[in-house]
């Protein structure tokens, strides 16, 4: 899976623009939602990522303890 080799790649229809990309990336200067809308989706990729990469943790630790022996 590409997620497997590049934890943080997002697909490019998880999260769809309001805006057609093309039309906020213009020759205008960035306005206030322009900031708000990066801030938003720099939160969003930092909880996924910590969300992963706890999932990640989890699932190693459930790995490890299935695999010990019960004495």
Not at 36 to 52: F, K, P, Q
């Amino acid at each position: 899976m590409e997620f497997d080799r590049h934890p943080d790649f997002v697909p490019d229809d998880f999260l769809t623009d309001v805006v057609p990309h093309s039309q906020s990336q213009g020759h205008h200067r960035p306005s206030r939602i322009d900031y708000v809308r990066d801030e938003i989706a720099a939160s969003l990729m930092t909880i996924i990522n910590y969300c992963s990469n706890m999932f990640r943790s989890i699932c190693k630790n459930l790995l490890v303890v299935m695999l010990v022996p019960c004495h």
